[in-house]
């Protein structure tokens, strides 16, 4: 009896493993990573998930994100076809925060690549991690790499998306890679439960506008390749959505009745599958 059932939790365990496996690999059967050269040296990997960004060069690659682990041959082959490099195995990973569509091959790159991120990056990875792929570099402000002609500077920036984003800024190229501290075209998610705030997602924001000049290149978190213009209408976005619901929550209108009202045909456009309008309206009722 004793065998019997030991043999019949192992054919249950085996089924779980099975078929979350093969769940996983489902989901990413048919992504295609669609590869775009940005600026000399300079791609964007568009697939399932955050934004890649890569520097290649004789003095080794650098990555920023890497979406799922499922992707992460994908990923690798598609950069050795844009490139035409012969070898573009990743020196350096950065990981603009941790959550795991910007992170989940990390367990695989890391075998060639040193991983860096914000402190907090390494701390929230931790928590049911038993080490492999954590950033082995972490800084609190900031740090500075210096490869392939580039200056890269890796700042942080306070609570906004998370409690430990980073925004990634290639100088000679004048390419800025922004995490999701911008979602192109669409409402963005600001995760509360990890120490992102709306109120510090915008004063990045504001602090971002500054700091980029107009004619640089903008690899957003989600979304499209684009541009300063087209990050200062999110920032506008975000403002005058905030201000809707300031004045209607200041009224007296309940969470409820403004979901049901929404805000207004003009923002309409920025609905996607992950935040809805009604979901941006939550965010931004509970949180201001
Ligand atoms: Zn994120």
Known sequence: MWVVMKITCLYVLLFILFSSTTFADDRFKDVKIE????????????GAGGNIGVLVGDDGTLMIDDQFEPLAPKIESALLEVTKA??????????????????????YFAKSASVLA????????????????????????????????ERIHVKHLAAGHTDGDSVIFFEKANVWHLGDLFFESRFPYIDVKSGGSVAGYINN?????????????????????????AFKRFVDMIKATKGIVKRQKQAGVSKQQLIDAGLGEKWKVWDWSFITEKRWIETLYDNI
């Open 86 to 107: 012969k070898n573009t195995k990743i020196t350096y990973l950065v990981n603009t925060h941790y959550h795991g569509d910007h992170t989940g091959s990390n367990n």
């Open 205 to 229: 924001l504001d602090s971002l506008v500054s700091q980029i000049n107009d004619d640089a290149q903008i690899i957003p978190g989600h979304g499209k390749l684009t541009d300063k213009k």
């Open 118 to 149: 914000h402190e907090n990056v390494r701390k929230r990875m931790s928590v049911n991690n038993k080490g492999i792929g954590l950033p082995v570099v972490t800084y609190e402000q900031g740090i500075k790499l210096h490869l392939n002609g």
């Open 35 to 46: 590869a775009k050269q940005v600026n000399d040296n300079v791609y964007v990997l568009y």
